[in-house]
């Protein structure tokens, strides 16, 4: 009996420690191993952003899962790049995609498959590859029907991100 009830604590203990540290994310995210490209701390964007060497101003990686209170935790399932850059970069507000798309300008929007928990992240124009709206289902466990932007090209979201790519 005292096995049984060890066994059962155990394993309560082991899956509320794991669903703590779950990303935010669509199904179709499973596939991907790109990291994300977040520009002067708030601007979502994809490589194609840094026409050259002299456009960056500094750079950082976050290759590590960082702690859930990390602002952009959610972003970080396939490691994170940091660009500051000396150019700006046109972009729009997550609000403005929803609006854009007859939505409620609060409803959740995701990138490349991956929550935006905290709607002061915008996304550039020139990085977006698609917009889908993606409805509720089985499968996605949706409340509503949401954005899903991509800044991935379709090659990359099947064959996924090599790093001399991100370079």
Known sequence: MSRNLFLLIFTLFFLGAFAQDSFNKLPIAAKINCPML???????????????????????VIKDKPSRETHFYNLTANGILFAKLKKEIPNKTQAELNIFLDLDENNPVYVNGYLLEHNTYTIATESIAEVELVAPNK?????????????????????????SQME
């Open 139 to 163: 499968e996605n466990n949706l409340a509503q029907t949401v954005i899903n932007v991509w800044t991935l090209t379709q090659e990359e979201r099947e064959n996924g991100c090599a790093l």
């Open 38 to 60: 977040l520009v002067d701390e708030h601007i979502i964007a994809n490589k194609n952003i840094i026409t050259s060497k002299e456009d960056i101003e500094e750079i950082g």
